[in-house]
């Protein structure tokens, strides 16, 4: 079964500092790979995704991850956070060919808090 | 517009009310979804479109929700005789045919069932 791992519910930072966000995955196959963030009252808003080629990825707002297919694992990092980073993260996996093509499964999320 | 939209944003009911939340999607995308997100959760699949038709339907928890998008645009999802456990956020995406897994979210439709 399909399953996405976020093992910290909440992460708080001081501004500036570096931040690394862990998702985990389960899958039969190497899927499709998102970051995903939501801010208070918002929709979700994709940070980054990883669908084939280099593993290390580059998204909006000075985020990267990283593919790990050995440890199953797609991390989020940032080097130096802002304070309007502040929000939750999801980690999502999809599959990449058959009958559930285009079903999303996501994490349970990873609150961060930064501190000024 | 350019991004999902959806109404309404907020919604309260009565047990055992039928309620419909709507969503418009990005023009141009032919892929639908709807999920759930629960409090403290992460979203939950419940269905998707391709165009008017639904391909999977497979995630609606009951008989009691029912989707359509009957154009081919505009969707709608339905939740007849509400129950408290209906109470969460109702997220719809869409993406273009050719990579149906990068899906562009709306602001949800935050349900409240009494």
């Known amino acids: 079964a399909q399953s996405v791992t976020q093992p910290d519910i909440h992460i708080t930072v001081s501004e500036g500092a570096s931040l690394e966000l862990r998702c985990n995955y389960s899958?039969?196959?190497?899927?499709?790979l998102f970051w995903y963030v939501q801010s208070p009252g918002q929709g979700l808003q994709l940070l980054l995704k990883y669908f084939s080629g280099d593993t290390l990825v580059q998204g909006i707002k000075g985020f990267e991850a990283e593919f790990k297919r050995s440890q199953s694992s797609f991390n989020l990092r940032k080097p130096s956070v802002h304070w309007s980073d502040a929000a939750e993260y999801f980690c999502a996996v999809g599959p990449i060919r058959g009958s559930t093509l285009g079903r999303l499964y996501f994490g349970r999320g990873t609150q961060l808090t930064v501190w000024p | 517009g350019a991004g999902v939209s959806q109404s309404p944003r907020y919604k309260v009911a009565k047990r055992g009310q039928d309620v419909a939340l709507r969503c418009d999607p990005i023009s141009g995308h032919v892929s639908l979804f709807w999920y759930q997100q629960a409090l403290g959760q992460g979203p939950e699949f419940l269905t998707y479109f391709q165009n008017e038709a639904q391909l999977d339907k497979s995630g609606l928890p009951s008989d009691r929700f029912f989707a359509e998008r009957p154009e081919g645009s505009v969707s709608t999802l339905k939740i007849q005789r509400t129950q408290q456990e209906d109470s969460a956020v109702y997220l719809c995406a869409s993406s273009f045919r050719s990579s149906p897994n990068e899906q562009f979210f709306g602001p949800g439709t935050r349900l409240t069932v009494l």
């Open positions: 899958y039969g196959a190497t899927p499709y």
